[in-house]
């Protein structure tokens, strides 16, 4: 067993896997294995009877699936349908997908929906297409002596590639109308293995549930739309490789955000962990696109709450926050301090929070030389920051985040209601709110008041 685990860590060393395949990939020549996407059970393929992965899957869907194909045919459809787009969405962007082989990680109960998300399913399709040769993997392992581990990494060999591209007709998954299926309930909890549980919802919870669902009434009722004006790389799908440029020189300078349905996450089996919304696509643009959102051909804005997790520390511990918290080691090394405070407020303990820290440095290169220009090591960071808010300090690295989470997204969800009761579509990301310019200074008033109500401090809003 040790040997065996020892060859896959092989593979995990330097966080690249060099592929065992010659055959000249368009895409990789080396596999990133830490640059991934996270599997996605509920991302599939939309306007299934015309689209390319839907004609691939009935042309080949008796080679994936061998026992019993007939039997739930739609959920077994979908799950191939899932687990290609998935491949294909993290292609796009030169990743691997991350996806978990353990049979508990699929038990999703019933009041979520999801009934193509099942182990045996998602399990046998992904060994039958790596038997064909369309999918390579780094399967996962856990070593028992060591308790070090890795989840399995999947992703499209050449052979898949070029099937779909006989399919294509120059169409990429990027521009292809993919959805993500709803939960059937907008809240959500999860154990301390982020697995979907079942629960009783005490009334609190259930208000929150009734509002979510008029709120997404109200989004679904509202055209969302947003300058997207970035060059896109080649098309990985386009047979001559031309440029799909995807930007503002056609005559609809818009991308319509479809995929809004926004649901709640409670961590750890209790709803006083986490809360915060997600679900929308509004919520995976970047700062510089959501810029230029619009509601209903109305132009927006966006105002967030300054340092909000360290004030709502300073004030819980009955002190208000006045200077800026990251200028510790310079103005020039502020981003590197902000990245230090987001660490250390999330993690659990200071170990864990190197970690994250140097992983942050492998994934960030700009980051890395920031860090390296500094001249300190990530432990001399940590404590400078720590040094520097000695009120605080008890909480750093103590993994008091969630707490915090479940207090920012109990704020929002306060904030939100003061202008879905007249109808007013109000956007959020965590700690920020999009609304139609003319609500500017309300949003400011409804924000500041809010916050007062629960912290009893005064908070900027920027």
């Known amino acids: 067993m040790l040997t065996k685990n020892r060859e896959h860590l092989n593979k995990y060393e330097n966080n690249s896997y060099v592929m065992k395949n010659k055959e000249p990939f368009q895409y ?60 294909l969405l993290a292609l796009e962007e030169k990743k691997v997908v991350i996806i978990s082989r ?15 998300i099942k182990y045996i399913y998602i399990i046998t399709f992904l060994d039958q297409l790596y038997k064909l040769k369309l999918i390579d993997q780094a399967k996962g392992f856990f070593n028992r002596e060591t308790r070090e581990s890795k989840t399995t990494r999947i992703w499209a060999t050449y052979k898949l590639i070029n099937e779909l591209n006989n399919c294509i007709n120059s169409k990429n998954i990027i521009q292809s109308a993919y959805q993500i299926m ?68 056609g005559t609809n300078p818009y991308k319509s955000i479809n995929n809004n349905n926004l649901y709640r996450v409670y961590n750890y089996s209790s709803f006083q962990l986490g809360g915060r919304f997600y679900g929308a696509e509004y919520q995976r643009i970047n700062k510089q696109e959501r810029a230029t959102i619009e509601f209903n051909n109305k132009k927006t804005i966006e105002l967030d709450f300054k340092s909000l997790h360290l004030t709502m520390l300073y004030n819980l511990e009955g002190h208000q926050l006045l200077d800026d918290p990251y200028s510790i080691v310079g103005l020039q090394y502020r981003e590197i301090m902000k990245k230090i405070a987001l660490i250390s407020i999330n993690a659990g303990s200071l170990t864990k929070g190197f970690q994250a820290f140097n992983r942050e440095l492998q994934k960030d290169f700009e980051l890395y030389l920031l860090k390296k220009q500094s001249g300190f090591t990530t432990p001399e960071l940590f404590k400078k920051f720590s040094e520097a808010h000695p009120k605080i300090s008890k909480y750093l690295n103590s993994g008091i985040g969630l707490k915090l989470q479940n207090k920012d997204a ?16 109000i956007a959020t990301v965590h700690d920020s709110f999009i609304i139609e310019e003319k609500y500017k200074d309300d949003l400011k008033k409804v924000m500041k008041e809010e916050y007062r109500k629960l912290f009893g401090y005064e908070i900027t809003v920027k």
């Open 182 to 249: 709803p939960f059937k309930t907008p809240i959500i909890l999860k154990d301390k293995k982020k697995n979907l549980i079942s629960y009783i919802a005490p009334k609190e919870i259930r208000d929150e549930e009734y509002f979510l669902n008029v709120y997404n009434d109200l989004l679904k009722s509202y055209e969302i739309k947003y300058t997207n004006g970035e060059r896109r790389p080649p098309s990985l799908f386009s047979k001559n490789n031309t440029t799909n440029t995807n930007t503002i020189t």
């Open 410 to 425: 109990h704020l929002a969800s306060n904030i939100m209601k003061n202008f879905v009761i007249e109808d007013v579509l």
């Open 28 to 87: 990789y020549s080396l596999i990133n294995l830490e640059d991934f996407k996270r599997f996605n059970g509920r991302i599939f393929l939309s306007n299934c009877d015309s689209s390319f992965v839907e004609r691939w899957i009935n042309e080949n869907y008796f080679k994936i699936v061998l026992h019993n194909p007939e039997k739930d045919l739609i959920n077994k459809k979908l799950a191939i349908n899932s687990i290609l787009v998935n491949i």
């Open 102 to 116: 353990r049979k508990n990680d699929y038990t999703i109960p019933k009041m979520y929906g999801l009934a193509h």
